[in-house]
């Protein structure tokens, strides 16, 4: 089974529609984290969670927003969706960022949703 | 501002050859560096990483090789095979304040396409 579980797989709706995709894990990670491809730009971070207390917002939050409902779940939402925000999202988990301990940061994927707003 | 670029989209190289990915970056104060590789209808994985300290890291086929001086990595892939064909990201680790968390700061990522 995989570790991080991404549903739907793949999503096409219209502007203006409220979407939520959802992120599951057992890695038991407390860290979380939300991105989108786009292409010629890479990963970008919309928003991380730290623990279920704690969220932030990352490089390009405008328009979305997210809730952690468990350590295992991280949700992304977009209260009313538009064309632009048509691309590939991806979830990811870490458990820290601690070299000395040997935790390097490394950030485990799920297998993304393809959004398509229309 | 980009502060990790990947300036070729894509790379072709023939089985067996070196295929070498390149990344630049603008902050010295990253501290570890990361190389994911992503397949179609796939999350990226984790392929190696290299702290800022080294200046190499090998892992069977593939080394890493950083010169902070030049702020340059690159990833070398030998001998390439048909299955390396995917997009490569390289990506900056950066602490999060005083806490063990940190984010990822990705380029833009290259395609590599290894004929047979």
């Known amino acids: 089974d995989a570790d991080v579980t991404q549903t739907p797989r793949n999503r096409i709706t219209k502007t203006g529609k409220r979407i939520m995709l959802e992120c599951s894990q057992t890695?038991?990670?407390?860290?979380m984290y939300w991105y989108r491809q786009d292409p010629g730009l890479g990963l970008r971070l919309i928003y991380y969670s730290f623990d279920v207390k704690d969220i932030n917002k990352g490089e390009i939050s405008d328009g979305y927003s997210v809730s952690r409902q468990a350590q295992a779940k991280f949700s992304l939402s977009l209260e009313s969706a538009i064309p632009n925000q048509t691309a590939l999202y991806f979830c990811?988990?870490?458990?820290?960022?601690?070299?000395?301990?040997?935790?390097?940061?490394?950030?485990?994927f799920g297998p993304g949703t393809r959004l398509t707003v229309l | 501002d980009q502060q990790v670029k990947q300036n070729s989209p894509s790379l072709s190289v023939q089985e067996g050859r070196i295929s070498i990915l390149n990344c630049d970056y603008t902050?010295?104060?990253?501290?570890?560096f990361l190389w994911y590789k992503k397949y179609p209808a796939e999350g990226p994985t984790f392929l190696i990483s290299i702290s800022s300290i080294k200046d190499k890291n090998e892992d069977g086929r593939f080394t890493v090789f950083l010169n902070k001086s030049a702020k340059h990595l690159s990833l070398h892939i030998v001998p390439s095979q048909p299955g390396d064909s995917a997009v490569y990201f390289c990506?900056?680790?950066?602490?999060?304040?005083?806490?063990?968390?940190?984010?990822?700061?990705f380029g833009q990522g290259t395609t590599l396409q290894v004929k047979p």
């Open positions: 990811a988990t870490s458990d820290g960022y601690d070299l000395a301990g040997g935790k390097k940061n490394e950030q485990f």
């Open positions: 990506a900056a680790s950066v602490r999060l304040g005083s806490s063990n968390t940190g984010k990822l700061i």
């Open positions: 902050n010295s104060m990253f501290d570890y």
């Open positions: 890695k038991g990670h407390d860290r």
